[in-house]
């Protein structure tokens, strides 16, 4: 029964909590109700219904109306938290795999948790029990078969559960029967023997989509993605009254907004989930959600925490209160984590399949609490683009918050990114062992033919003693995907716990796919010493490449992996296989603990270009794990002058490119000396060279950046090649002096050509309804997207008929394309028609090309080039300017007459776009289609800036947007569904 919170005893308590809210926003509750309790039997005991093998996309992501501003947010560049380089510590590959389950359901939802003597596996929208070796105790079955409330339930989106303080585990899926949330309740610590109580708790009229529970003294915490448009004023996060549950009794339910919150449509805010033996005291519980400044309403990247106070004896007295900002006075760097505009596919696989959610917007599942002697802490993480300037790039932010008392203000006591290669990584889950070691979980992806790497699941790890901000353990693998997801939908989570039973070891659930399945994979791994006595070698600090003499002091990293402090223990070295020097080292190690130990016998290093290798090895007596104990390193005397080009870092492929271009470089020194005054030089095409000295000095290892005083014209449309080398006098390996380089301005409105002199280009064109006679030359472009024709997709071939005035032989040659895709660029996949050749001038010749079936439904551009290919061989590149020739844009509407009556609808719309000054828009589709579209906005790189949903107004879908961030030039916005859609063209000045 809802009940609602008396008006006036809320309005007193608003007022009293200005005074020492410093502004923050607080609510009571917004919706309170009850379940009972409906007892089942234990599994053993029961017959279980096998789970659905069919094919099911289980629940498509609920969302909102997002508020991506294009063009804006910090950070414009790199991000500075990066981790660029793999953990070097080595760590015990995992202890136990298993595959947990195999199914068709897209996405799989791979969750689990690790008890006592068990391990409850579950995923949409089924379950399964192991024991801690990994073998089936109690065999797939689905949600349904738990019996109680959850008869006939298999909607999905489930959850495992293990309450370390109550000794039971929780299974939880939500319900649309009415909207609901499920949750069984082990009697005890034996999933399958004990029974189970089951609740049923209301939601309040709204689905509680991707929800996500946690642990804290007073209640179970539920986080959900709903009533994303109000979020800040409707019910989002749900508290059930888990002493109850714990005794089977009628449990309340009090559900809370997140006051002040910002939201991009989809969303997920995450309740601190209390582990590690301590259980917190009761009241203050945590709620934190990301806060991007690339949304509308959010001035800086910060991460917002609220506090929940719970009142079980009067409900109506619980309250949520914004508790926390923590933005980068606090510790927090910029940060970007909306991909594509707030899209749903973001990320690219090998081969053909398509891209993957990046799963934004998310605080992924856990966020792990524990208390400490003297301070209390929180891992969290969430996916981030690390690079604005280049194409999408996937890495994992990463906190560990702490609180020095409890109910205190949370600091951040270290952040990271890792992302330590050109791989993607995102969907990470992590956890805190009871030493303060951090393990993370993850999906790795990698779309480059060179190196493909289909969804695959690793982990590395941190030791609490390390660097902060750093992953220093060895990326290791769970499992290597075998092949690419089919759809785009991908986890929608992951779910990492520690094992109660050691507290060390982390269990982690994730998805990859082995056609045509999905499937789960369990990987148990720990950072922990699990033995006394465990010494070895992790490093050669010295000496390093560089240039080498005869008498080079060796200096090595030793590691305790072991819980014993060490002492007194051989250490040795060789080089290239000769002698082994062996000495002691009398200091001590503490355990998990490394200390670097130079050898008092040198080594003669002083070939110039040698490599040596060398082999260091520890002796502990009693080593209990000899897999550590050697180390290989090859060390090269480098020559003393090596010096070259590492990359063109300027000019790079953009928009209207001017006729003063920087022209930037990164130098890198690869010998042994430091080097000054260096001679380099770059070359446009075939041009002169321009020659200048980097006047400063650049150490061994090291590279410098070097912006050339002399710019260069890139004023005109096209593609360009870019050439620089160094010329050091004595350099020792002249193969890495010089790097190339291509960039293009791609205005892509090509104006400039020549299609007077000799009347070249298109002088006629006809294709469907669209008829253009007597063409004027202009400036060589010219924009007919006011005229438009229908494509039948249906019919199959078209005919397209072009006159030129030129009076060739064969050198006359036209392309067109259709830009089907949206997003602004003619791809070389859209090409419909290449280099044909128009006979001679003033005659008609018809020719004939064809769609896809699959062609997308809507309006879509139509690009079309002619020009004398003797003296220009770029007819094919859509944005080059033609010496002699022209280039023409026209409007075409592929339709498709067995069309359902709302597509044919869609298909007639027109679509009018309004400029309300100061950067803001205004877009209006008039139709009498009405249900929800999709609208994106590409640039002209196809790039996509914006993706949202609008809905019908009564009058039309009118959807308003801020460009006032985007850079000056032209952008496409498209409404539509995913078949059909309507484009036009617009610009920002």
């Known amino acids: 029964m809802i009940k609602i919170v008396p008006i006036l005893s809320l309005m007193l308590f608003l007022a009293s909590f200005q005074a020492t809210a410093q502004k923050r926003e607080i609510s009571g509750p917004v919706y309170i109700d009850s379940a009972k309790a409906v007892e089942v039997s234990a599994i053993s005991k029961r017959k279980l219904k096998a789970p659905s093998s069919e094919y099911k996309l289980f629940n498509p992501r609920n969302r909102g109306i997002n508020k991506v501003v294009p063009g804006k947010g910090l950070p414009k560049a790199l991000d500075k938290t990066r981790q660029k380089e793999f953990g070097k510590l080595p760590v015990k ?85 009415p909207e609901s949330f499920l949750v069984a309740v082990s009697k005890g610590s034996d999933p399958v023997n004990d029974g189970w109580n089951t609740y049923r708790f209301p939601t309040g009229g709204a689905l509680p989509d991707y929800p996500k529970i946690s642990v804290w003294s007073d209640g179970y915490y539920v986080t959900t993605n709903k009533n994303s448009n109000t979020a800040s004023t409707s019910q989002v996060v749900y508290v059930f009254e888990r002493d109850k549950m714990l005794t089977g009794a009628t449990a309340k339910v009090v559900s ?21 033996g301590e259980i917190p005291p009761k009241g203050n519980s945590p709620i934190v959600f990301m806060q991007d400044d690339a949304w509308a309403g959010v001035s800086e990247d910060h991460l917002k925490i609220w506090n929940i106070n719970v009142d079980w004896n009067v409900p109506a007295n619980s ?62 993480n969430f996916v981030v683009d690390i690079d604005p300037t280049a194409a999408e790039h996937a890495g994992i932010r990463w906190y560990e918050l702490r609180q020095d008392r409890n109910g205190g203000a949370w600091s951040v006591y270290q952040e990271g990114t890792y992302a330590p290669d050109k791989s993607d990584r995102f969907s990470g889950s992590m956890g805190m062992d009871k030493n303060g070691n951090i393990g993370l979980a993850f999906t790795v992806l990698d779309d480059s033919p060179e190196t493909p790497i289909f969804p695959s699941l690793r982990y590395t790890g941190r030791y609490s003693n390390d660097p ?13 995907g075998r092949s690419p997801d089919p759809s785009s939908r991908y986890g929608d989570y992951a779910h990492l716990t520690v094992d109660p039973a050691d507290d060390i070891s982390f269990w982690h659930n994730g998805e990859y796919f082995e056609a045509p399945n999905r499937k789960n994979k369990v990987g148990v791994f720990k950072l922990a010493a699990d033995v006394a006595n465990d010494v070895g070698i992790i490093a050669l600090v010295d000496p390093v490449s560089s240039t080498l003499g005869s008498s080079e002091a060796v200096t090595v990293t030793i590691r305790n992996f072991g819980e014993a402090t060490q002492s007194n223990f051989p250490v040795s070295y060789s080089v290239n296989g000769g002698q082994t020097v062996t000495e002691t080292f009398t200091g001590s190690v503490a355990g998990t603990t490394s200390v670097d130990f130079t050898f008092s016998t040198p080594s003669n290093l002083s070939v110039v270009g040698q490599l040596y290798e060398f082999i260091i090895t520890t002796n502990l007596e009693g080593d209990q794990n000899s897999e550590n104990d050697a180390l290989t390193v090859n060390v090269k005397n480098l020559f003393p002058k090596d010096v070259g080009i590492t ?38 095409g075939n041009n002169r060279e321009v020659s200048e000295i980097y006047p400063g000095t650049i150490g061994v290892g090291e590279n410098a950046v070097h912006t050339f005083s002399s710019k260069v014209n890139l004023s005109r449309f096209g593609r360009y090649t870019i050439y620089s080398e160094t010329n050091l006098e004595g350099d020792g390996d002249p193969a890495n002096d010089a790097k190339t380089k291509s960039v293009a301005n791609l205005n892509c409105i090509p104006e400039g050509s020549d299609c007077d002199s000799f009347g070249d280009g298109i002088s006629y064109f006809e294709l469907g309804d669209i008829l253009n006679e007597r063409i004027p030359c202009t400036n060589g472009y010219a924009d007919f997207i006011g005229f438009s024709t229908d494509l039948d997709r249906s019919k199959g071939t078209f005919t397209v008929t072009v006159k030129t005035l030129f009076d060739s032989s064969d050198d006359e040659k036209f392309s067109m394309w259709i830009d089907l895709n949206d997003n602004g660029v003619f791809d070389d996949d859209e090409l419909l028609i290449s280099r044909q050749t128009i006979p001679s001038g003033n005659t008609a010749y018809s020719y004939d090309f064809s769609l896809q079936e699959e062609a997308p439904l809507g309006q879509h551009l139509l690009r079309i080039r002619a020009g004398d290919t003797s003296f220009d061989g770029e007819l094919n590149n859509p944005c080059s300017v033609m010496q002699y020739g022209t280039t023409h844009d026209y409007s075409v509407r592929i339709t498709d007459s067995t069309l359902s009556l709302d597509d044919f609808l869609l298909n007639e719309a027109n679509l009018l776009i309004s400029d309300q000054r100061d950067g803001l828009f205004t877009a209006f589709l008039e139709t009498q289609f009405d249900q ?58």
């Not at 379950?127 to 065999?139: A, H, L």
């Open 256 to 276: 809370f907004p997140l006051p002040g919150i910002n939201t991009n449509g989809f969303y997920s805010p995450a309740g601190f989930h209390a582990m590690g």
């Open 319 to 380: 309250t949520i209160a914004e508790s926390q900002e923590l933005g980068p006075a606090s510790g927090v760097s910029p940060f970007i984590a909306t991909f594509d505009g707030g899209a749903f596919s973001n990320l690219s696989q090998p081969g053909e399949a398509p891209d993957l959610d990046v799963l934004q917007a998310t605080m992924m599942y856990m966020t792990q609490y524990r208390r400490f002697p003297g301070y209390n802490s929180a891992v969290m």
């Open 647 to 684: 990359s063109i870092d300027s000019p790079y492929t953009g928009l209207t490119l001017s006729s003063a271009e920087d022209v930037t470089v990164t130098i890198e020194n690869f010998g042994g000396e430091p080097q000054s005054n260096i001679p380099v030089i770059y070359r446009l």
């Open 468 to 480: 902060l901000g750093l992953m220093t353990v060895k990326e290791s693998t769970i499992v290597e």
């Open 93 to 177: 590959e995992p202890k136990l795999t298993f595959d947990a389950a195999t199914s068709r359901s897209t996405p799989t939802d791979p969750t689990g948790a690790a008890g006592p003597n068990h391990y409850v596996n579950g995923w949409n929208s089924a379950f399964s029990i192991f024991d801690k070796n990994g073998n089936q105790v109690s065999p797939p079955a689905s949600l349904a078969s738990i019996g109680g409330e959850f008869s006939n339930e298999t909607l999905g989106d489930p959850i495992i559960l293990y309450d370390e303080f109550a000794d039971r585990f929780l299974i939880t899926q939500f319900s649309d029967t």
């Open 932 to 989: 929800r579209l999709r609208v994106t906005v590409h640039n002209i790189l196809g790039q996509k800036m914006l993706e949202n949903m609008v809905d019908n107004n009564g009058n039309g879908y009118e959807y308003n947007f801020d460009m006032s961030y985007g850079a000056s030039g032209v952008y496409l916005l498209r409404i539509g569904t995913r078949k059909v859609g309507v484009v036009k063209r617009f610009i920002v000045k």
